[in-house]
């Protein structure tokens, strides 16, 4: 099982890297808070921890650190437009239930 | 499902805590919205794509609210109850207004702010504004998601007290948290300076569709600082469209034409205008209701003729904030171009000439100052990356003072100086036992205060009674980073204090700032001349006092033709005092210190008497 990005996705991580100036990739985990028990984590990474585990996805690098693997496994990251929204969207097949903003989950 | 941005390293904010946060850019014609996402500023549209929402208000007889370009559609129909360019009522009394008159809105006089009477009753200009500001807000949480931490808004960089208080007002009346003001120049220097890591000095040349503004800025090591600021606020895009109108009214031989025709061929001069910025020559063709038939070709070489004095007008101001700034052409190491009439070609072309470099002007003219609000209000919410610490440094347009006796200026933070700032400057009082104090501040350049703007009075009370001169009133001026002045006058001894926030009642002009900065230099000898003048009446006034003071307790020490000779010298003094001879009034002064010299010799005799008699030496040696 891997981490992937869509399309769209991997589209607009490459813009926002170039625009940034610098990053080899980005950097996606789950930490502990939130409505729901987890929330992710979606940042610019500028260097690899020993321990990450990294994917390559359409050319780009995807960083995970080992804990928040097992939440993501499997999981796209899309980039979407909701109306005048838009933003990045984990489609991740662990998660069992959500709040109902989406925001934090549980597995 | 909420849509995520990506952050800055270890940035990720918890769910429900993201620091949405965009810049406005209200502007005079169009307003926009703008933020900050994944690190790119962009700027943010409607439903229908578009990113410019038009600065019209309309206030329909069925109580429904038209903001934007519907309101614009219905212009012609309902000019009463269709309200445009309200940013040039924001902060200003009706005699403030050029022009009242030929507008169709129907004004009501009000205490400081002029109001609009509208279908859906009187309104203010805080009002409309902020139903644009509203609008802004909906389109933007509906972008982003959520509801907005805060906003940073954009004033010109001329705008006082009261229309930046009026704007933020008006903010917050839409549901805004005003993060700060912004002044427009430094909004589109930060466009362009962090994406592009700049430093060193910059010219930012705004040429919108009515008004022109150019501010000096300084970039150093993060910090931005407004040098000077200058401009024309009668000169902008729409006079270009004018001259090719009058230009197609010569071409095509035509005789005067109706309003309708002449509204017509303006739309068609401003499409000329338009379509040769990227073309060699635009025909212009158009049936008139007259009958008549235009059709003409309107050539860039003839449309940089037929406008080469409105680019060159754009110069003198330019060269004289320059000269403000201490600086010339070659010190300027970059040109941000800003506004609609920025991308005619010849403006780019003059303008490049002018500071021997090419202009910046990779990014869209009419939304860099929106995209550099954005930028720093994601900052001010704290989303902020490592190493983006930089601070943000303006300049008061002009100088801040109070009026000393004799209706003299006396200038506690001078103009041009960085913002936020705090002065402070010590006054005394003027006469024996005075136990308050009034004053007055004031703006302006001129030394005499008449010449000036009143800003606002106070009055401090409960000095204790002590000999002139002897109290010490700290009068402190304290402006913050949105520009706004408060003022703060503290007896030092009992700590008795009174402080103003200064709103006023009215705003000044553009046109009243660079007038009052011009007058400020033409006038600078006469005004040199006229301080000195006042001074020395100042002066004559406080010895005539002193002496009488001292008459009082002590004439018994004078013969009766030495108090003769006295009270002849003060009323020489009082004789000649008023007039504007300040030669006669300085020798009247030496001649009632000299006649007085025996008399001081005497009184201070008599006291250190006073103090000696009943007492030996060696008490005094002890």
Known sequence: MSVTLSESAAEHVSKFLAKRGKGIGIRLGVKTSGCSGMAYKLEFADAAEPEDVVFDSRGLKVLIDPRSLPYLEGTELDYTKEGLNEGFKFNNPNVKDQCGCGESFNV | MALLQITEPGESTAPHEHRLAVGIDLGTTNSLVATVRSGQAVVLSDEMGRSLLPSVVRYGN????????????????????????????MGRGRRDIAHVESMPYDFVDAEGMVKLRTAQGVKSPVEVSADI??????????????????????????????????????????????????????????????????????????????????????????????????????????????????????????????????????????????YLTVHGEAPISARLASGEFVDVKLTSEIFTEITKTLVQKTLGPTRKALRDAGLSAEDVKGVVMVGGATRMPQ??????????????????????????????????????????????????????????????TEKIIPRNSTIPVARAQDFTTFKDGQTAMALHVVQGERELVSDCRSLARFELRGIPPMVAGAARIRVTFQVDADGLLSATAREQTTGHEARIEVKPSYGLTDDEVAAMLKDGFSHATDDAFRRALREAQVEAQRLIEAVQSALKDDAHLLSILERAHVDACIAKLQAVMMGDDRRAIDAAMDALNKGTGEFAARRMNQSVQRALSGKKIEELES
Not at chain 2, 216 to 240: C, E, H, M, R, W
Not at chain 2, 376 to 404: F, H, Y
Request: one cysteine or more; glycine letters at 12%; proline letters at 3%.
């Open chain 2, 347 to 408: 403006v780019q072309k003059a303008v490049g000439e002018y500071f021997g470099r090419e202009p910046l002007n990779n990014l869209d003219p009419d939304k860099v100052v929106a995209l550099g609000a954005a930028i720093q209000a994601n900052l001010l919410a704290g989303n902020r990356a490592a190493g983006d610490d930089w601070l943000l440094l303006d300049v008061i347009p002009l100088s801040l003072g109070i009026e000393t006796m004799g209706g003299l």
């Open chain 2, 133 to 274: 500001l509203g609008n802004l807000r909906v389109r933007a949480e509906a972008s982003l998601g959520g509801a907005l931490t805060g906003a940073v808004i954009t004033v010109p960089a001329y705008f006082d007290d009261a229309q930046r208080q009026a704007t933020k007002d008006a903010a917050r009346l839409a549901g805004l948290n005003v993060l700060r003001l912004l002044n427009e120049p430094t909004a589109a220097a930060i466009a362009y300076g962090l994406d592009n890591g700049a430093e060193g000095i910059y010219a930012v040349y705004d040429l919108g569709g009515g008004t022109f503004d150019i501010s000096i800025l300084k970039l150093a090591k993060g910090i931005f600082q407004v040098l000077a600021t200058g401009g024309d606020s009668a000169l902008g895009g729409d006079d270009f469209d004018h001259r090719v109108f009058c230009w197609i009214i010569e071409a095509a031989k035509l005789s005067p034409v109706s309003p309708h025709d002449a509204r017509l061929l303006q739309t068609r001069a401003r499409e000329a205008k338009e």
């Open chain 2, 62 to 89: 069925d109580g429904h609210v038209d903001v934007g370009f519907e309101a614009q559609a219905r212009q012609s129909l309902d000019p009463r109850n269709t309200i445009v360019s309200v940013k040039r009522f």
